[in-house]
């Protein structure tokens, strides 16, 4: 029972290179969410999905995109890096609810540093 | 849109009881949730509340719910060295995607 997986761990750019990080769930939940964790900063909700072939803007969307092809897989495409893009990037997924009765499952995490 | 606020440290000895508190902005946050991160992993859900409740206890935890003050506190009972961690405040309407707080560190002391 795997959860939500994230891909990759961890992850070095230079300015100006493109990356994209992959998130899978297994537990066929129909919502799944990409944050943003900084020092002092809490999670930042970047972009979210309530279903496949659905996307919507969160609270910090600049500088990525996203896509869910598969109801099971959600990506964090960033064009063109940049050191303020420098955080650890959590994905997290739920039932058919934005506030569950048991919350979101969270992946472990993607540590990014951009050069 | 909603703005969630805590405290970002706490110290307890070990033992004793941890307060960590949480204020938020929107009062029609209906759902709200505690989550807890150990260093270099994800949030796991510890325990959650919703607005028609005032308390809610689940073993050494315990979260109190002011609606009028827009307040949410998790105590912990018999604070243990694995309780040192990152605790999040998240909440919601329903309608919006959850918004977290920053995020308080607790550190026990043995």
């Known amino acids: 029972n795997a959860g939500v997986t994230q891909t990759p761990k961890f992850r070095v750019l230079k300015t100006g290179q493109s990356m994209t990080l992959l998130c899978a769930q297994d537990?066929?939940?129909?919502?799944m969410y990409w944050y943003r964790q900084d020092p002092g900063m809490g999670l930042r909700l970047i972009h979210y999905?309530?279903?496949?072939?659905?996307?919507a803007k969160g609270e910090v969307p600049d500088g990525y995109n996203v896509s869910r092809l598969k109801k099971q897989n959600f990506l964090l495409g960033l064009e063109s890096a940049a050191p303020s893009q420098t955080s650890v990037y959590f994905c997290a997924s739920s039932t058919d609810r934005l506030a569950p009765l048991y919350g979101y499952t969270f992946g472990s995490g993607t540590r990014l540093t951009v050069v | 849109g909603e703005d969630v606020e805590q405290s970002l440290f706490l110290s307890v000895r070990e033992g004793d009881s941890s307060v960590i508190n949480c204020t938020y902005t929107?009062?029609?946050?209906?759902?709200l949730y505690w989550y807890k991160q150990e260093p270099g992993a994800g949030l796991q859900l510890l325990t959650y509340?919703?607005?028609?409740?005032d308390m809610k206890q689940d073993q050494r935890l315990t979260v109190l719910l002011n609606k009028k003050d827009k307040h949410l506190s998790l105590r912990i009972a018999d604070t243990q060295t694995g309780d040192s961690a990152i605790y999040f405040c998240?909440?919601?309407?329903?309608?919006?995607?959850?918004?977290f707080g920053k995020g308080t560190r607790l550190s026990v002391i043995a």
């Open positions: 929107d009062s029609s946050s209906t759902y």
């Open positions: 509340i919703f607005s028609n409740m």
């Open positions: 998240a909440v919601s309407s329903g309608n919006t995607p959850l918004v």
């Open positions: 537990m066929n939940h129909e919502y």
């Open positions: 999905s309530v279903g496949e072939g659905t996307t």
